[in-house]
């Protein structure tokens, strides 16, 4: 029987008398290598087995023994979705009050209860269908008459006639991808419930669309027509992207699975978000936008430039502002943090004032707020000052649901002040 494992992000976990078999070696290898910023290290000794994990959350299977790693969050996965919701431009759920419904637990049941949810809301506001351009050889005409293949295919059959005609069909890739999801959920470890409800909703859309071919994510453009579309494509996409950016879809083994999110990731499209939506029209927030002049070889660019968070205004110079999902309320900010900052912000400061930056980093429900400022240079022509403030998650959250606007507001404000 499998044993489950609870630790929490940032955290460490040995697993005593268990060695990995060379199916779970290759997996975490595979795993290690295809992801930017490795999600774990793992160490064997003798009789133990050591993992380090570090921002990213979530579940890994292995052989023997199944590993669920949490965020430090009040609420848990709970948190991580209503996040995921927010950045996504989708409703954030008012109360969990369906918790007992599925596992708490299991991040990827409950992205794939809210995926239940919206294509079930699909299917009530109608299926798309678009028109196909069909050829047939037909004992009637339809459409128009291919000559050149009807002279081809009919020469000495006086009753056929081959035709070329548009036909009105789901069959189209706003389908196809719906139902390509819902067949990779039918892996996931889920609950009788939940299995039940994606193999009905998997039915009809076999029935619907064939399965979707491509191997990248298929660029739609939203309009009147299918703008219903929208949400269920923006969750699907997400599990999508969790399997296939890292290549192990195909990969999977029976015995193997992992689903695992980075937080690093989701934050930093979190705090875009909150800045985007509840700072003054005035200014302008701009999430990974590129400068290629900030670094210069032979009049040539010779790396590019990528902030977090740029925002700016026509009254004064842009601000930058950097993301870490680190735990800086009780450790120091690395020096390779303040470096990249300060680079970054003096790159665009324009004015003589000196340059000033902001790290944004999250603060737990158990830790107090806490905001320091770093004088970088100080009374040097280069000098700047960096501020480093935290942002508590869950009670952000928690305004969201309420529409605490002036909270809101004001949280955006000071975080850029």
């Not at 925002?311 to 303040?338: A, C, F, Q, R």
């Amino acid at each position: 029987m499998m044993k489950t494992y609870f630790v929490t992000e940032y955290s460490s976990l040995s697993i005593k008398e268990y060695s990995l078999t060379e199916r779970d070696r290759d997996y975490l290898s595979r795993w290690r290598l295809l992801s930017k910023s490795p999600p774990f290290n793992c160490y064997e000794r003798k009789n133990e087995v050591r993992f380090e994990f570090s921002s990213w959350i979530g579940v890994l299977e292995l052989e023997g023994v199944r590993i669920v790693i949490k965020p430090k969050f009040n609420h848990g996965f709970h948190d991580v979705v209503d996040m995921l919701l927010f950045s996504e431009d989708l409703p954030v759920v008012q109360e969990h009050s369906t918790k007992s419904a599925y596992n708490e637990d299991s991040l990827i049941e409950m992205l794939v209860t809210l995926l239940i949810k919206e294509v079930e809301t699909l299917l009530q506001k109608g299926i798309m269908k678009d028109y196909m351009m069909r050829e047939e050889n037909l004992s009637v005409l339809r459409g128009q008459v291919d000559i050149r293949q009807h002279l081809k295919e009919n020469l000495y059959k006086p009753a056929r006639i081959y035709c070329r005609y548009d036909e009105l069909a789901t069959n189209i890739t706003e389908n196809q991808i719906i139902r390509t999801v819902l067949e990779m959920t039918r892996n996931f470890s889920l609950t009788k419930q939940t299995r039940r409800q994606v193999n009905r909703l998997l039915t009809e859309f076999t029935a619907i669309a064939e399965r979707y071919q491509g191997e990248h994510w298929p660029s739609f453009t939203y309009n009147r027509l299918n703008h219903h579309y929208l949400a269920v494509h923006k969750l699907a996409y997400y599990i999508w992207r969790q399997i296939y950016v890292h290549n192990l879809y195909e990969f999977r083994q029976e015995s193997h699975f992992s689903f695992l999110i980075d937080m690093n990731e989701l934050f930093e499209k979190f705090i875009a978000k909150l800045l985007a939506r509840y700072l003054p029209d005035s200014l302008k927030v701009t999430e990974q936008r590129v400068f290629k002049k900030a670094i210069m070889k032979d009049g040539r660019s010779y790396h590019d430039i990528k902030p977090d968070i740029v925002i700016e205004s026509s009254d004064y110079d842009p601000i930058v502002l950097d993301t870490k999902y680190k735990p800086y309320g009780k450790y120091k900010v690395l020096n390779s943090d303040i470096y990249q900052l300060a680079f970054y912000a003096q790159f665009l400061t324009k004015s003589e004032k000196g340059f000033k930056a902001f790290i944004i980093y999250p603060k737990y429900f158990d830790e107090e707020s806490n905001e320091v400022i770093i004088d970088l240079l100080p009374q040097t022509p280069h000098g700047g000052c960096l501020c480093v403030k935290s942002v508590s998650i869950e009670r952000t959250l928690e305004a969201i649901k309420k529409k605490d606007f002036v909270y809101l507001r004001s949280q955006s404000l000071n975080l850029i002040r």
